[in-house]
């Protein structure tokens, strides 16, 4: 077996609305057999594995995967149930997994929630290797391999502060993204963008943090706001720290002037000869070390957010408890094997090491590592308190007081933190304030401590950062709206950002052409998927993200976004069949339906009742178990969709009479007059009035009150506005349209409207990309064929796969057949071909253009004079249309 591939999808997925990795695998000599087709395959998999007998599968009880084993299944669905069984063993635990044929022969592709993407990336890997291994019957080091995934998954991982955080933000709701892979993290969305590292925000004062790097600084700024801090002083040489001791009441503590997490902190010190090896120690951390007086008490963190403390620990230096049988380097290992304690800060507490530290302290106290303490004898191996040296903190939150807790609040105001730690030495924390003092104020202080404290209770700080985040009754999320469809959806997406815009917010949009911000194009090509959508998202001045979704990032990339607070399905055409494993329109229905699963709770779903795809799908129970409003809108106001809603009270949008009404039940408000919107072409193009129903039914769901939504509607240009999709322009003495059109059912929906119109001739300049299954381009060579009297045959640049010229002779072959009076001709270069048809345009003839190049093709257009229709050329092409409404 081959991997040929692994991605990450981080959102919801037509796999899992949860983040996944997808891992593409090539069975080679393996495709087509069966596990019961290699003798004592399985039997080795369940000795090596036992927990696979554990397993659903599809039967949906354990042993269901056992079955499906001894009945005969094949590699790629064991080597998911594989990889999902090794979770465990590295503490990533998931059991959500699917195998589908990719599409080529012996390839699939396997997809598995995960906790954590490197270490679920490892398992993949050790996985496959493993399978082959018990296919071959030859030995595979699993437990090494599964070392190496554990230490994948402590490497990747968030840090703990920041985890408590996300968690926190999570329990509310608020979406977060990972920024890098270290530990910065931005919460929210839009405006509502915070970022966090630790416990530093984007609200924190980059001066206050300086200033707590700075020991010394701190202490002269707290000593100014009269808040106790020890005496000492800042050197530079061996020589000065000495003769700082002699200037200090002794002891001493001796640390570097910039450190953290206890590092080169050396405490209780009285001779010449401790100060000058500590100072060693700490100008190793720092070229500037503080020599000070050693306060006496026990020690305190304080967590100060947002001007008040919100937990408070006592620290306890790293020790072992003697039991008169143990060896201190044996009670060491013993206190490492409780479950909390591991690498640096993976748990809630770190591991005792016998370093050269606690070797010096235990020397300094006339003891070594072979000694073997008394029962319930306390052994130090730390005089510093901090966790990441594997101290322990027992909670005294509510014993703290007040007079304590003032000084460290003010403490915390003085540096200006809105985040902070707060050391302090003093006798009894439960006691008013007499002696010791404030030995730091901690920038991004760790809250580990607090979240698992060895003894008392837990105390939710990051919890507290989110609130400060977020104070109750501030949004985390701008709205999201979430077009799809097959037709009609990039048009729809930039109406309703258009309304949005004009009625003051500023919009964030993506589509298949480009990315926008409060009108301004910013990236262009085809941005419909996560990575657009999540330049949107990030953006801190975007108000409204309105967010084209289209098939190729959902299959590739997922959505982009958790939840949608409006999302609009357009129709659902046979379209992209034979890519990314769609073989019928059935399974193009089941990857756009993600949209409409993922509209949150009290969301709008609009839908178009008269696409019998659209009509049920709220119906299916993905869609049904997130309640919300479904809406939907039709050109005909019989349609029992619509009858049925209404019955019950609910809300659509309908084309009755020459108007876009909305109805409530049995009430009507009537919009706007449909042949009155620009886009709607006087009323010609009714997939410009499904467009406008969609666009009204969005802006409603929003808020937006019905004279907004018209005079938006009323300067929509589908030049200016919707480049590229249905724009008309007056060249020479004829019309041309530019337009998007590539299946069947737009190109005879563009034929039925300009069938409409007045016209000497019609010309096409048609093309149909190449990855579109060979029975689509027929269908769509016989949609147009009898509408024009001539065509010119084009390809797109890029082939998708075909050979030159391919596509192009089925379509002018197909038309050939199907019109013998058309002139057919092919010429494969596309701004080439539009010029042909130009260049030869007769008075009053009509050339449709389905454009790729648009930015060519309009560029060449209006150097040659080309210019957008007027409202008189539009009036005088669609008179025709106009009579015979009237006289209908």
């Not at 998911?80 to 699939?108: F, M, Q, W």
């Not at 966790?387 to 005294?396: C, E, F, N, P, Q």
């Not at 105390?459 to 979430?482: E, H, K, T």
Request: proline residues 5%; charged residues 25%.
């Amino acid at each position: 077996m081959k991997i040929l591939n692994i991605r990450t999808i981080p959102g919801p997925n037509v796999y899992s609305h949860q983040p996944v990795l997808v891992m593409k695998l090539d069975l080679e000599d393996l495709a087509g057999r069966e596990s019961y087709e290699v003798p004592g395959f399985i039997d080795r998999l369940l000795q090596r594995l036992p927990g696979c007998y554990e397993h659903y599968c599809g039967l949906g009880r354990p042993g269901g995967f056992v079955e499906r084993l001894r009945g005969g299944t094949y590699f790629g669905h064991i080597v998911e149930h594989v990889a999902l069984e090794l979770t465990d063993a590295v503490g990533i635990s998931t059991n959500r997994g699917k195998t589908v044929d990719e599409g080529e022969p012996g390839c699939y592709l396997i997809a598995v929630t995960y906790r954590s993407e490197e270490g679920m990336r490892a398992l993949l890997n050790i996985a496959v290797e493993l399978v082959q291994a018990l296919v071959d019957d030859r030995p595979y080091p699993l437990e090494a391999a599964l070392e190496t995934a554990r230490e994948a998954v402590v490497k990747s991982d968030l840090g703990p502060s920041t985890k408590a955080i996300v968690k926190a933000a999570e329990a509310r709701g608020i979406p977060w993204v990972r920024a890098d892979q270290d530990s910065l993290v931005r919460l929210g969305y839009g405006k509502y963008s915070r970022y966090i590292k630790g416990t530093i925000s984007g609200t924190t004062s980059a001066i206050a943090v300086d200033i707590a790097s700075d020991k010394e600084l701190t202490k002269q700024l707290l000593r100014k706001a009269a808040l106790p801090v020890p005496h000492g002083c800042v050197v530079r040489t061996r020589e000065e720290a000495v003769a700082c001791l002699a200037q200090a009441k002794a002891p001493v503590v001796v640390k570097p002037l910039d450190g953290n997490q206890g590092k080169g902190v050396s405490l209780n010190l009285s001779s010449p000869e401790q100060v000058s090896e500590a100072f060693d120690a700490a100008v190793a951390i720092s070229p500037a070390v503080i020599v000070e007086e050693m306060l006496r008490g026990l020690d305190f963190r304080v967590v100060i957010v947002n001007g008040r403390m919100v937990a408070a620990a006592q620290r306890i230096p790293a020790h072992v408890w003697g039991d008169g049988k143990h060896t201190i380097r044996d009670l060491i290992d013993l206190a490492n094997k409780d479950p909390r304690r591991g690498k640096d800060h993976e748990k809630p507490l770190t591991r005792i090491t016998a370093d050269p530290i606690a070797l010096a302290i235990l020397k300094k106290y006339g003891r070594s590592l072979d000694d073997i303490p008394a029962d319930t004898e306390m052994v130090i191996l730390r005089e510093s308190a901090n966790l990441s040296t594997g101290g322990s903190a027992r909670d005294v939150t509510d014993e703290v007081h007040p007079t304590m807790r003032r000084i460290c609040e003010r403490a915390a105001g003085a540096i200006g933190l809105d985040i902070c730690g707060i050391d302090l030495v003093v006798p009894d924390i439960k006691e008013p304030f007499t002696s010791g003092g404030i030995v730091e104020v901690n920038a991004s202080p760790g809250i580990r401590m607090h979240h698992f404290p060895s003894e008392g209770k837990p105390r939710d700080v990051g919890a507290a950062i989110v609130d400060m985040l977020y104070p109750a009754g501030q949004p985390s999320r701008v709205p999201i709206v979430s077009i799809t469809g097959t037709n009609g959806k990039t048009t729809v997406t930039r109406m309703i950002g258009r309304i949005f815009e004009e009625s003051g917010k500023l919009v964030g949009l993506t589509t298949t052409d480009g990315i926008w911000l409060g009108g301004e194009e910013i990236a262009r090509g085809d941005m419909t998927g996560p990575w657009s959508a999540g330049v949107i998202l990030s953006d801190p001045t975007v108000e409204v993200a309105v967010l084209e979704t289209a098939r190729g990032g959902i299959v590739r990339s997922g959505l982009g976004y958790d939840w949608s607070d409006i999302s609009v399905m357009t129709n659902i055409h046979p379209d992209h069949i034979g890519q990314d494993g769609i073989e019928s329109v059935d399974d193009i229905v089941r990857i756009k339906r993600l949209v409409a699963e993922r509209v949150r709770s009290g969301g709008t779903l609009i839908l178009n009742a008269d696409d019998e795809h659209l009509a049920r799908i709220s119906s299916h129970e993905r869609v049904a178990e997130v309640p919300k409003t479904f809406v939907y809108f039709s050109t005909d106001v019989q349609n029992p969709k619509i009858q049925e809603h209404l019955a019950q009270h609910g809300t659509a949008f309908v084309a009755v009479g020459g108007w876009i009404e909305e109805r409530n039940g049995q009430e009507v408000f009537r919009i706007a007059r449909i042949s009155e919107i620009p886009a709607t072409i006087a009323g010609t193009a009714q997939f410009q009035t499904y467009n406008v129903l969609a666009a009204v039914a969005a802006a409603r769901a929003y808020g937006l009150s019905p004279d907004q939504i018209r005079t938006a509607l009323m300067g929509f240009r589908m030049e200016q506005h919707g480049t590229g999709r249905l724009n008309l322009f007056a060249f020479r003495d004829g019309t041309v349209v530019v337009d998007y059109g590539h299946n069947p059912v737009a190109l005879e929906s563009m034929q039925t409207m300009i069938s409409q119109w007045n016209a000497s001739r019609r010309t096409a300049v048609l093309a149909i990309p190449g990855d579109r299954r060979t029975d689509l381009i027929v269908q769509s060579a016989r949609a147009v064929a009898q509408g024009y009297d001539r065509f010119y045959i084009r390809e797109d640049t890029d082939l998708r796969g075909r050979q030159p010229g391919e596509v192009a002779n089925i379509l002018a072959s197909t038309i050939r057949e199907d019109n013998h009076e058309a002139s057919v001709e092919v010429i494969l270069d596309e701004v080439e071909a539009t010029k042909a048809a130009l260049c030869s345009m007769i008075p009053g003839e009509l050339v449709v253009t389905s454009c790729d190049a648009v930015t060519a093709v309009l560029a060449w257009l209006r150097e040659h004079g080309g210019e957008p229709a007027s409202g008189a050329q539009i009036e005088e092409l669609t008179s025709r249309a106009e009579s015979v409404t009237t006289a209908a």
